[in-house]
C-alpha cells in the first residue's frame, strides 16, 4: 500500500515537472521566435508543430500568443519581489528603501531579457499605461505597492491624506512604467542612467507623499471654516 502511494505521488510529480517544462520550453521558443524573426509566429498550429506538440497541448498551457508575453511580464515583476523580500535586510527597510530596492533589482533582473522588452513594448500603441499583456503584472505590482505603502502610512513616514492616499499606489505604478521606458532608451554604460532616474523618480515620489507645509495649510484652512462663527466678544 505504502508502495502505491510513494508511486502515485512520484508519478504526479513528474506529471507536473513535465507540465511545468514544457510551459517554460513554450515561453522560451516564442521569445526566440519573435527576436529571430522580428515577428510572431504566422499561427498557434504552425507554432504548436514547429514546437513538436500538437495545437491542443498548445491551448492546455497558453490561450494565446498574447498570454505568452502576458506571462513573461507576470513573472518578470513575481521573480523580483521574491528576490527583494528575500534580502536579509528586507525587513529592516523603511517604505522608500523597499521601493527602491524593488526598482533596482527590477532593472537588474530585466538585463537577462532585455531584447524581448524592447520588442514588446514596442508592439503595444503609445499612451497605454497598463496595456493588456502588462495588466497580470500590475495587478502583482499593486498588491506589493500597497504593503509598502501600508507600512509608510503606519510608521507615519507617509502622510495618510483622505482620499489621494489610497491612489499612491497609482503614483508607484507611473513611476513604474516611465522607469521601464527610461531603461529602454538608456544607452549608458551599466544603465547607469537609469539607476540615477530611479533615485530621482522615487525619492521625489515619497517626498511628495511625506508630510508638508501644504498638510499644515490645509488643516488650518479645514479649521478655520470650522470656527468661522467664532467670537471674541467680551462681558
Same mark, same amino acid.
Do not use: C, P
Given at each position: 500500500m505504502l508502495l502505491c502511494i510513494v508511486t502515485l505521488v512520484s508519478v504526479t510529480n513528474n506529471k507536473s515537472n513535465?507540465?511545468?517544462?514544457?510551459?517554460q520550453q513554450l515561453e522560451d521558443a516564442y521569445i526566440d521566435h519573435v527576436l529571430t524573426r522580428g515577428e510572431r509566429p504566422v499561427s498557434v498550429y504552425v507554432?504548436?508543430?514547429?514546437?513538436?506538440i500538437t495545437e491542443q497541448e498548445f491551448y492546455d498551457h497558453f490561450a494565446s500568443f498574447d498570454a505568452i508575453e502576458a506571462a513573461v511580464w507576470t513573472e518578470s515583476v513575481e521573480t523580483t519581489i521574491q528576490q527583494a523580500q528575500g534580502q536579509?535586510? /528586507?525587513?529592516?527597510?523603511?517604505?522608500?528603501?523597499?521601493?527602491?530596492?524593488?526598482?533596482?533589482?527590477?532593472?537588474e533582473y530585466l538585463k537577462s531579457k532585455r531584447s524581448f522588452v524592447v520588442y514588446s513594448l514596442k508592439q503595444i500603441p503609445p499612451g497605454f499605461l497598463t496595456p493588456a499583456v502588462m495588466k497580470g503584472a500590475k495587478e502583482l505590482f499593486d498588491v506589493f505597492a500597497n504593503e509598502v505603502i501600508q507600512q509608510g502610512l503606519e510608521s507615519k513616514e507617509l502622510e495618510d491624506r483622505p482620499f489621494f492616499a489610497k491612489r499612491y499606489k497609482d503614483g508607484l505604478w507611473a513611476?513604474?512604467?516611465?522607469?521601464?521606458?527610461? /531603461?529602454?532608451?538608456?544607452?549608458?554604460?551599466?544603465?547607469?542612467k537609469t539607476d540615477e532616474a530611479i533615485e530621482k523618480g522615487v525619492n521625489l515620489t515619497f517626498d511628495l507623499y511625506q508630510r508638508s507645509p501644504i498638510d499644515s495649510?490645509?488643516?488650518?484652512?479645514?479649521?478655520?471654516?470650522?470656527?468661522?462663527?467664532?467670537?471674541?466678544?467680551?462681558?
Open positions: 513535465i507540465i511545468m517544462a514544457t510551459r507554432f504548436a508543430k514547429d514546437q513538436g536579509e535586510v /528586507w525587513n529592516g527597510y523603511s517604505a522608500r528603501e523597499k521601493a527602491l530596492s524593488f526598482f533596482y533589482s527590477y532593472t513611476q513604474f512604467v516611465f522607469i521601464l521606458n527610461f /531603461w529602454v532608451k538608456d544607452s549608458s554604460t551599466g544603465f547607469e495649510m490645509l488643516e488650518y484652512g479645514k479649521f478655520l471654516a470650522q470656527n468661522a462663527g467664532f467670537n471674541f466678544s467680551h462681558k
